[in-house]
């Protein structure tokens, strides 16, 4: 049986010993009487039903002639005694009762025994889980893998070789350190990993502690922060001694960023508890007494918020990009996760990882999750390509709304608005092409068009930049162009903000202008502490916001216009593609390109078994003149 439920066994008949004492204490000489009202008492005596009382205090006990007894009050009638014994009544009369020592002792501290063993009981069993309870507040919340314990190993990451080459030195460190001191050496004090979310840093740090076979302490930066002043630093101090008792040793601290940010940009100044913690911090990595054998690895995606002191050389000695995977990255990882599922034949993941570029290491495992449950809801035994490229619309474009109910009219007009993006980013040169294109509802879209790379891109050209926002002014210039511009709806809101965006950082950050050449006129806005912000000064001055302004203005006209040249030089391609789509409701890249190239349409691909869409009747039927006034969901 668990330990603690004999303690809490032992507690509770401790408690119900000591209860049951005190009641036969208190209640010994009572027998079971009947409650009498005093005024029934009067009437017995007077009827001669009363042959024997006891007077104690105010409580009057006795027994009638049938033998049953009875207890009333005397509400101190002075008569009483004088009408019992003319009636013949026998009288007994006791002193009132007066508790032992003992019996107002217990009574006495019986609640507080009872509250302080409660109370130690409930602080034994929050400290017991190494959490650290109310008396070890300031030890380290760290959990600890003992040497063996870790079973992941570099075999077990994938997508991010570079990454994997840096971190195999510190497992031979770990292993074999003599090979290294002996020609001078030293170990390596720290090293951070940085990069996006989702990219396998954790994973990176378990594999390390994995494959060198030592003791892994894993513990998150916001752990080490309390509001109690002081607790921050005792944990540190307190993680250090584990871990040199342990050493050789890693420690890995998850999302450093949140106690080891820049220090002096609080409203606490230096006595901030969180800067305290990172002074910590920075003494046991670096400061006299060191930490032979203890190699800390940090993760973060924010290390341009992180301490000076903490970057340099002799604490983190080494920063390991951990980026996103490439075309072989992605499919590496792939096989990966693909191993604990059943595929069918037609899998192939180097064609699922052409088609997920930008995806992390996790949204590629959820991508074979999803694929999973999408082949367990239609009952199959195997995964298939099919449910793979489900479970890849449903992550980039959200899930189907097959509830929301759409008019006749709204369909029509999602159908233009998604065919005015295809045709437009067709049309303009170096745009990535398009994948898919649909007028089911997904997330909170009415409709989503899909463009797809070709390959990995890591920098973008000012051409490029310019066919995106003609690409995303299409669809809002095909409702003008087919509907009329008081038709206009608002679902082009995201296209318009998108568009802007890209304009702007073209001309504040990128140094395309023409009128402002290559100057960065955009503010800092990677500082997020208040004690910082609250000091910047503007660099801009009005005249250059003015011309700023003019500049992006610029931009979006030219690119408006060309979208719109393109729509009106195209407008039969616009016809026949919404008609495909008002039909079909999802068509693909087969498709687009038979419409784009005037070859007749091929049937696409349904996989869902559902019917195709009847709402094309009435198009055909309508024509393709404005329709009445139509309200879209913005997107």
Known sequence: MNAKIVHILL???????LLMTLSNLIFKDKIETRPMSYSQFLQEISGGAIQEVTIQDQTVQGVRTDGSRFETYDPGDPGLVSDLLKRGVTIR???PVTPSVLMQLVAAWLPFVLLAGVWIWLMRRSAGGGAGGLFNFGKSRARQHAEGDVKVTLRDVAGVDEAKEEVGELVDFLRNPQKFTNLGGRIPRGVLMVGPPGTGKTLLARAIAGEAKVPFFSISGSDFVEMFVGVGASRVRDLFEQAKKSAPCIIFIDEIDAVGRKRGAGLGGGHDEREQTLNQLLVEMDGFTGSEGVIVI???????VLDPALLRPGRFDRQVVVGLPDLAGRAAILEVHMRKVPLAN??????LARGTPGFSGADLANLVNE????????????????????????IMMGAERRSLVMSDAEKKLTAYHEAGHVIVGRCVPEHDPVHKVSIIPRGRALGVTLFLPERDRYSMSKRQLESQISSLFGGRLAEEIIFGAEQVTTGASNDIERATLIARNMVTRFGLSDGLGPLAYAEDEGEVFLGRSVTQHRH????????????????????????????????????????ALLRFETIARDQIDDIMEGRPMREPDDDSGRPPSKTGEVLRSQGVQPSPPVVADGV
């Open 93 to 95: 009369a006791e002193p």
């Open 371 to 394: 694929a999973a449950l999408f082949a367990a809801r239609s009952g199959h035994s195997e995964v298939g390509m099919a449910m793979f490229e489900k479970a890849k619309d449903k």
């Open 540 to 579: 801009v001055s009005p005249e250059t916001a003015l011309t700023i302004d003019q500049e992006v203005r610029i931009i979006i006209d030219r690119n408006y216009q060309r979208a719109q040249q393109i729509l009106e030089k195209h407008l039969d391609k616009l016809h026949l593609m919404a008609e």
């Open 11 to 17: 507690w509770t008949g401790v408690t119900l010993w």
């Open 298 to 304: 940090a993760a973060t995606n924010r290390a341009d």
């Open 346 to 351: 037609d899998v192939d993941a180097r064609t």
